[in-house]
């Protein structure tokens, strides 16, 4: 009940504080609509017996060496984890009165040899002293709610402050590899702006705390709550720099607005007579606005995974209309879907976003003087290819994606083991070792030679599975023969999805506290896109 009663006294406060932020500010963006009425606040707050302790709880511990460790506690399963890693331990717990102990014994491959914590209840909080292998810290754990899908539903959006920060909101999907979850349990948080990309933790069904790194909550770094119409559909959210601050953020301004915008399923059909599904998103506009295509990697990619919803969000936060779609072989579209990148297989992926692009260019929202192509990894093939075969894509925005052929990418990645696992190589000796190899398989140095259109690349420096430093070589090679058209840039730490990262690997992703890449394309798409020609 004490926890109740806090969380609803802070949604009430925070409510009736917006509407005297909002009626202090008529050059607010968006006017929000009256917030759902709230339950009636119970009149008497008691100790919260054993039986209320349900569900996750959240803290950040100290360990040995002195850094954070996110932990999660369930008293239902009486269970102990650790951020993201999908491994629990048994807990055993006791209550005396309003004390709580907890004690977790770990074995001999385990982070810890004993765990034991002692707290209390208070103001709807577990606080207390935890030991960790006799280090000792005061943790205050946090409750964390279940919402349900279809409330979550109702937030996703694009949401933007006066200042013009924009942030993406996204329901979280469900993927675990090598024992750790890459998603939190409700929603997803890009701030495009900073690049911040961290899980949400629900507090109710609007209040939730924003994490400190990608799957990693505690220590929170913030707390957001969504502001919604009758209908429950969010029109606004509130933003706090700090979980337990009373005052919003001054910071980045206090309410940001939910931007309009459309998206619609369509089909098109590519060259060789098969139909592919694709998601036409399209923001608000009153004149023809510039747009791009989504290529895909090499994975079995559809048009509406985390990472196109979290693409066509920054494009309609910058104005642009953007195109996703199925792959070939994949979810509504037809054919059979081909990994491999061999010229065949790339011809007729080239040949798909030549279709998507001449679809864009019939719709008479879209100038089809501005329409791209953008896309990681194996699209840094496919674009090019395209981009050779049709006037009508007239920019190419390439991330994380080889100047390299077929073959040199696949020595370099053997070298690498793609990021799976920690390898020993010198990136100079290989970039020169690629340098000697004579080309093999598809190789889009030629291509990108006779390319007109304006392109950006873009790497991050400790990626495993492209050779960034001998591609950037190549692309400046060109640049500095005459090829003025192109530009890259190069990002310290970045790995192969442009996160941030210390070694590049596949499994420091949930530890990631940002993507690099926003800001320099925001500036790319600013000075060469949005301005008509």
Same mark, same amino acid.
């Given at each position: 009940?004490?926890?109740?009663?806090?969380?609803?006294?802070?949604?009430?406060?925070?409510?009736?504080?917006?509407?005297?932020?909002?009626?202090?500010?008529?050059?607010?963006?968006?006017?929000?609509?009256?917030?759902?009425?709230?339950?009636?606040?119970?009149?008497?707050?008691?100790?919260?017996?054993?039986?209320?302790?349900?569900?996750?709880?959240?803290?950040?511990?100290?360990?040995?060496?002195?850094?954070?460790?996110?932990?999660?506690?369930?008293?239902?399963?009486?269970?102990?984890?650790?951020?993201?890693?999908?491994?629990?331990?048994?807990?055993?717990?006791?209550?005396?009165?309003?004390?709580?102990?907890i004690s977790v014994e770990g074995k001999?491959?385990?982070?810890?040899?004993?765990?034991?914590?002692?707290?209390?209840?208070?103001?709807?909080?577990?606080?207390?002293?935890?030991?960790?292998?006799?280090?000792?810290?005061?943790?205050?754990?946090?409750?964390?709610?279940?919402?349900?899908?279809?409330?979550?539903?109702?937030?996703?959006?694009?949401?933007?402050?006066?200042?013009?920060?924009?942030?993406?909101?996204?329901?979280?999907?469900?993927?675990?590899?090598?024992?750790?979850?890459?998603?939190?349990?409700?929603?997803?948080?890009?701030?495009?702006?900073?690049?911040a990309l961290r899980g949400l933790y629900?507090?109710?069904?609007?209040?939730?705390?924003?994490?400190?790194?990608?799957?990693?909550?505690?220590?929170?770094?913030?707390?957001?709550?969504?502001?919604?119409?009758?209908?429950?559909?969010?029109?606004?959210?509130?933003?706090?720099?700090?979980?337990?601050?009373?005052?919003?953020?001054?910071?980045?301004?206090?309410?940001?607005?939910?931007?309009?915008?459309?998206?619609?399923?369509?089909?098109?059909?590519?060259?060789?007579g098969i139909k592919l599904m694709g998601?036409?998103?399209?923001?608000?506009?009153?004149?023809?606005?510039?747009?791009?295509?989504?290529?895909?990697?090499?994975?079995?990619?559809?048009?509406?995974?985390?990472?196109?919803?979290?693409?066509?969000?920054?494009?309609?936060?910058?104005?642009?209309?953007?195109?996703?779609?199925?792959?070939?072989?994949?979810?509504?579209?037809?054919?059979?879907?081909?990994?491999?990148?061999?010229?065949?297989?790339?011809?007729?992926?080239?040949?798909?976003?030549?279709?998507?692009?001449?679809?864009?260019?019939?719709?008479?929202?879209?100038?089809?003087?501005?329409?791209?192509?953008?896309?990681?990894?194996?699209?840094?093939?496919?674009?090019?290819?395209?981009?050779?075969?049709?006037?009508?894509?007239?920019?190419?925005?390439?991330?994380?994606?080889?100047?390299?052929?077929?073959?040199?990418?696949?020595?370099? #990645?053997?070298?690498? =083991?793609?990021?799976?696992? /920690?390898?020993?190589?010198? @990136?100079?000796?290989?970039?020169?070792? &690629? *340098? !000697?190899?004579?080309?093999?398989?598809?190789?889009?140095?030629?291509?990108?030679?006779?390319?007109?259109?304006?392109?950006?690349?873009?790497?991050?420096?400790?990626?495993?599975?492209?050779?960034?430093?001998?591609?950037?070589?190549?692309?400046?090679?060109?640049?500095? #023969?005459?090829?003025? =058209?192109?530009?890259?840039? /190069?990002?310290?730490?970045? @790995?192969?999805?442009?996160?941030?990262? &210390? *070694? !590049?690997?596949?499994?420091?992703?949930?530890?990631?506290?940002?993507?690099?890449?926003?800001?320099?394309?925001?500036?790319?798409?600013?000075?060469?896109?949005?301005?008509?020609?």
């Open positions: 009940m004490i926890r109740w009663i806090i969380l609803t006294a802070m949604r009430i406060f925070s409510i009736l504080l917006l509407l005297v932020v909002l009626s202090a500010c008529a050059a607010s963006a968006v006017t929000p609509v009256t917030p759902t009425p709230l339950p009636p606040t119970p009149t008497a707050a008691t100790f919260a017996p054993r039986d209320t302790l349900k569900g996750d709880w959240l803290g950040a511990a100290t360990k040995p060496d002195g850094s954070l460790e996110s932990l999660s506690i369930n008293f239902e399963d009486a269970k102990l984890k650790f951020e993201p890693l999908t491994k629990t331990w048994s807990m055993a717990v006791t209550q005396n009165q309003e004390t709580i102990n001999s491959n385990d982070p810890f040899a004993k765990i034991e914590f002692t707290g209390t209840l208070t103001g709807g909080n577990l606080s207390g002293e935890l030991t960790w292998d006799a280090r000792k810290s005061l943790v205050t754990f946090m409750p964390i709610s279940v919402v349900d899908k279809s409330l979550l539903e109702k937030y996703e959006g694009v949401y933007r402050f006066e200042s013009g920060r924009a942030l993406s909101i996204i329901v979280s999907p469900e993927y675990s590899s090598g024992g750790l979850k890459f998603f939190s349990q409700s929603l997803m948080l890009t701030d495009f702006d900073s690049g629900p507090f109710d069904d609007y209040i939730f705390a924003v994490g400190s790194l990608r799957v990693v909550g505690a220590p929170f770094a913030g707390r957001i709550q969504f502001i919604t119409d009758a209908q429950g559909n969010a029109t606004g959210l509130m933003w706090w720099d700090d979980v337990n601050d009373i005052t919003p953020s001054a910071t980045s301004g206090q309410f940001a607005g939910r931007v309009p915008y459309t998206y619609e399923d369509i089909p098109f059909t590519s060259a060789d998601r036409l998103s399209l923001p608000e506009s009153n004149t023809p606005m510039p747009a791009f295509m989504m290529m895909h990697g090499s994975e079995q990619g559809m048009r509406d995974n985390f990472g196109n919803k979290v693409m066509a969000h920054y494009m309609i936060s910058q104005g642009f209309a953007i195109l996703n779609y199925d792959k070939r072989g994949v979810g509504d579209s037809e054919g059979v879907y081909q990994e491999t990148a061999n010229i065949s297989n790339l011809q007729k992926h080239a040949e798909d976003a030549i279709a998507g692009v001449t679809y864009l260019a019939s719709r008479p929202e879209i100038d089809a003087k501005r329409i791209g192509l953008i896309g990681f990894s194996q699209a840094g093939w496919v674009i090019p290819f395209a981009a050779s075969q049709s006037d009508a894509i007239t920019h190419i925005v390439i991330l994380s994606g080889p100047v390299a052929s077929t073959s040199q990418e696949d020595v370099f #990645s053997s070298y690498t =083991n793609d990021g799976d696992s /920690i390898t020993n190589f010198d @990136d100079a000796k290989i970039t020169q070792q &690629l *340098h !000697g190899m004579n080309p093999g398989g598809f190789d889009p140095l030629p291509v990108i030679a006779q390319l007109k259109q304006l392109g950006l690349w873009l790497w991050g420096s400790v990626d495993k599975s492209v050779p960034v430093t001998f591609s950037a070589e190549n692309l400046q090679a060109l640049i500095d #023969s005459g090829k003025n =058209n192109f530009s890259y840039e /190069i990002f310290p730490n970045g @790995d192969h999805n442009l996160n941030e990262s &210390l *070694h !590049g690997l596949f499994n420091e992703i949930p530890y990631s506290p940002r993507v690099l890449f926003y800001p320099a394309l925001a500036q790319w798409l600013e000075t060469n896109m949005l301005k008509e020609k």
